[in-house]
């Protein structure tokens, strides 16, 4: 069945190091791909998505891009703030539109 | 911030009493779901609904049950508490593509519910 898997964390860095957050998918068909973001106490917001091959999604400094090939959906952003500190899932919608998430993983960011 | 809530937002039960959860849109959206969070599982999908009246189940249904009999609220049931049931539920919406040419989900902020 369709899945995703994520980098485990918790992943700790110094401000305005560079993060990236390992996502792998198994899905038939296209699906869309998600990165969600979480902070304490809160739901689930976008952080940003990609609904086909090639497509690179960014907001707020961060980007993930969808490679078919290599079925991967990687978080990254190039220096971090200590309000980034979160817990961030990838996820996947299928075309049948159920959603898949990842185990989530939480950022920490110090100063 | 779609217009999603959750109510109650925090509640305490004891074992084997029956609890309901409700989530409330005011986006109109078609599908409607159920997740549970619990640490090292991320979210698990309970209960699904594509429509009124249209649910199905997801991974983790068992001791749960969902009713919709609107578009707008989609009603989380526990029978009969466990602590295994001892969690964070949230509630979230989805419309399909054709419609309005966007796919995620939006997420309620989350019911905390402790079985003691």
């Known amino acids: 069945g369709d899945s995703v898997t994520q980098m485990e964390g918790p992943v700790t860095l110094s401000e305005e190091a560079f993060l990236t957050i390992n996502c792998t998918y198994t899905?038939?068909?296209?699906?869309?791909l998600f990165w969600y973001v979480q902070y304490p106490g809160e739901g689930l917001q976008l952080l940003l998505k990609?609904?086909?091959?090639?497509d690179k999604g960014s907001n707020k400094g961060f980007e993930a891009t969808y490679r078919k090939e290599t079925t991967s959906f990687h978080l990254e952003k190039g220096s971090v703030q200590v309000s980034d500190s979160a817990v961030y899932f990838c996820?996947?919608?299928?075309?049948?539109?159920?959603?898949?998430f990842g185990t989530g993983t939480s950022l920490t960011v110090i100063p | 911030d779609a217009g999603i809530t959750q109510s109650p937002r925090h509640k305490v039960t004891e074992t084997g009493t029956p609890v309901t959860l409700r989530c409330h849109q005011t986006?109109?959206?078609?599908?409607m779901y159920w997740y549970r969070q619990d640490p090292g599982h991320g979210l698990r999908l309970i209960h699904y609904?594509?429509?009124?009246?249209?649910?199905d189940k997801g991974e983790v249904s068992d001791g749960y049950s969902v009713s919709r009999s609107k578009t707008e609220d989609f009603l989380l049931t526990l029978e009969s508490a466990t602590s295994s049931q001892t969690s964070v539920y949230f509630c979230?919406?989805?419309?399909?593509?054709?419609?309005?040419?966007?796919?995620?989900?939006?997420f309620g902020p989350g019911t905390r519910l402790t079985v003691l």
């Open positions: 990609a609904t086909k091959a090639d």
């Open positions: 899905a038939t068909g296209y699906p869309s």
């Open positions: 986006e109109n959206h078609r599908y």
């Open positions: 609904s594509y429509g009124v009246k249209d649910t």
């Open positions: 996820a996947l919608m299928n075309t049948g539109n159920q959603f898949y």
């Open positions: 979230a919406i989805s419309e399909s593509t054709l419609r309005t040419g966007s796919n995620e989900q939006f």
